[in-house]
């Protein structure tokens, strides 16, 4: 199923190498979710990996702060260590908003 979201670039971070084959890196979007009259402001982390055979971090190129953008992404997972759970929410399109042929997919 292929899930997406428009907003609003909040940050990014620096990447962060996991291992030798492996690289991450988050982009933060704030959307805003309409619930009856309202709209409630909601933040999520993306996910972007690197490994020797994908560079979904690639997408981010030309990305900033503040940049209205879609996020396609796969259906969150969420996984069970030492009692904790952790979710995360794998990116895999980054689509600058007035971008004129430029958008990363």
Same mark, same amino acid.
């Given at each position: 199923? =292929? /899930?997406?979201?428009?907003? $609003?670039?909040?940050? *990014?971070?620096?990447?962060?190498? #996991? @291992?030798?084959?492996?690289?991450?890196?988050?982009?933060?979007?704030?959307?805003?979710?309409?619930?009856?009259?309202?709209?409630?402001?909601?933040?999520?982390?993306? =996910? /972007?990996?690197?490994?020797? $055979?994908?560079?979904? *971090?690639?997408?981010?190129?030309? #990305? @900033?702060?503040?940049?209205?953008?879609?996020?396609?992404?796969?259906?969150?997972?969420?996984?069970?260590?030492?009692?904790?759970?952790?979710?995360?929410?794998?990116?895999?399109?980054?689509?600058?908003?007035?971008?004129?042929?430029?958008?990363?997919?």
């Amino acid at each position: 199923m =292929e /899930l997406q979201v428009k907003g $609003k670039v909040v940050a *990014i971070t620096t990447p962060k190498a #996991v @291992s030798d084959m492996l690289t991450i890196q988050q982009v933060v979007v704030e959307w805003f979710k309409e619930v009856k009259d309202t709209s409630y402001a909601r933040k999520t982390a993306f =996910e /972007l990996k690197k490994t020797d $055979k994908f560079d979904s *971090i690639k997408k981010l190129d030309g #990305v @900033s702060v503040g940049d209205l953008v879609t996020v396609k992404f796969n259906e969150p997972e969420s996984r069970e260590y030492n009692g904790q759970w952790y979710t995360k929410c794998e990116a895999w399109g980054i689509f600058k908003e007035g971008a004129s042929g430029g958008s990363k997919g």
